[in-house]
DNA sequence: TGTCTATGTCCAATATATCGTACATATGAT
DNA sequence: ATCATATGTACGATATATTGGACATAGACA
């Protein structure tokens, strides 16, 4: 019930995806699990996925550790993403403008990308205050409750935003629905006006600024975003959008290109 | 006839590790490339690299880049690199770590590990010096030509070795044979020391460091070296074997341990 | 024009991967 | 002692994934 892979039912799955699957549970699972334990909790076989955890651990995508026979994500995951990392080299310019934003603003600077139908915090860099707001990087967040989420999906059309987004995603925290035409106006309206801003919808506290990075082609890549409390962000907000926006500005001019081609 | 994947002959290959395969191929080659291309170069039958190319695509595990219908490795990759160096929190240490070396000694400092049964260098620091020495990152080197390599092997018994190691690799890049014996001999000699050195193997210029760094259960779980001109080397010799036990010994306080458990 | 290579798609045959089930063992509760 | 649960292994049946080869297209070249 977390990825995509139902279809219909009494189809057997295939080895690749219910391999990835693993790794994605484990990714945000964030600990080792015994194999048990994984076929109980995505609702696998405990044959295939015995199988195909050992056949992951030959090849060094999954690793033994935390003892008992538990697995976590391996070696070699870690080789293939610094790849993917060095070719897209969006990293070390990112590293530097959240830097720069967050000595600005002293508040948490953010860069924010989707991961399949999900939002996800990539980067992040803590404001200089006495009560700082985090977020933990890596998970995966219904797009329709993030600022970002209005940029992230606006190249696509209306029916392909419906399409994309899981339906269960426009309920929101506090379990009052958010009516996608709702959203689907938010998107156009942030994409016309090239930023979105809101007081967060998942907590009570934080206002959300968001503006897009672009890539080669012009399709947004990701978001710069700044996390503030809610006074601040609303005191603050021209000068917040400017230094957001002249981020955003360097970062386009040397975005996920890659270095050798 | 790059991985380990041939077994006997006339058999299926499994999809799992054909997909990993071309994955590891993307890495080695740095560069997008056309199922077509790639179905040819590691020697695959193109309907099924085509089949596994399109399934991986699916997973995010793959992307378009570069045109042409070329493919490289995908964000996905990057997410669950990620969580395993977030898991594994060696990275942040081992950068300050490196840092500190490479200005004390002005010397090329790396951090490298075992990926498979090859050596890789995961990080790297640069010296302050006119002519700087680097290597790439993430490449693949057979363990026989590096001075890391003598350490990254001593927890086998002399037969795993031999088992472990590609008897091709034991040709050096000067076409040179080196003797498997030999080898492991130097492989116990550096065991006992704790730190092996030598004029590299690979160029004729450069002396290498490298002293392991070891895991929790007390394996060596990777190594840190200097590699300085060979003068350079000789001739500070001491000092630089103090500094990187000296760096070693700190990275062993807090080394792969995992940050929740 | 004809021929060659490079590229991608489609399809049927069969080798095999997935999965249900049974089995083995350990641990803890009743 | 008996039962229930958690964990890992073994194996056969069958649904299907892998594969070779046919087919289509486009460009290069002579």
Redesign the interface.
């Known amino acids: 019930m977390d990825a995509v892979q139902d279809e219909a039912a009494g189809k057997r799955a ?4 219910r ?2 699957e693993i ?2 549970f ?2 945000h699972k ?3 699990l015994k194999p048990n334990e994984i076929a109980a909790q995505i609702g696998a076989p405990r044959s295939s996925v015995y199988e ?1 955890v050992n ?2 651990l030959r ?3 999954l690793e033994f ?2 003892g008992e026979g538990r697995v ?17 080299d969006f990293t070390r310019e990112c590293e530097a403008t959240l830097e720069h934003l967050a000595d600005e603003t002293r508040e948490t600077a953010q860069f924010c ?1 989707l ?2 139908n999900k939002y ?1 915090v ?1 980067r992040m860099r803590e404001g200089a205050r006495p009560f700082r707001i985090s977020t933990d ?2 998970q995966s967040v219904p797009i329709p409750w993030t600022a970002s989420g209005r940029l992230l999906v606006a190249h696509l059309s209306d029916q392909e935003i419906l399409n994309f987004i899981p339906p269960e995603d426009f309920r929101l925290p506090s379990s009052e629905w958010l009516e996608p035409q709702t959203f689907i106006a938010e998107v156009r309206h942030a994409e016309r006006e090239g930023f979105f801003t809101f007081n967060s919808i998942v907590d009570s506290f934080t206002h959300c600024f968001a503006v897009p990075v672009r890539d080669d082609e012009g399709h947004i890549a990701g978001t710069l975003c700044l996390v503030t409390p809610r006074d601040d962000g609303l005191a603050n907000r021209d000068r917040y959008l400017a230094c957001l926006k002249k981020a955003a500005a360097d970062l386009n001019q040397t975005p996920t290109r ?1 270095k ?2």
């Open positions: 295939r080895g690749l995806d391999a990835f790794l994605d484990l990714r964030r600990q080792a195909l056949l992951l090849n060094g995508i550790t935390g976590y994500l391996g070696r070699k995951l870690y080789f293939l993403g610094a790849a993917y990392e060095n070719h897209f990308m991961d399949g996800t990539v990087i890596g890659q050798r081609a």
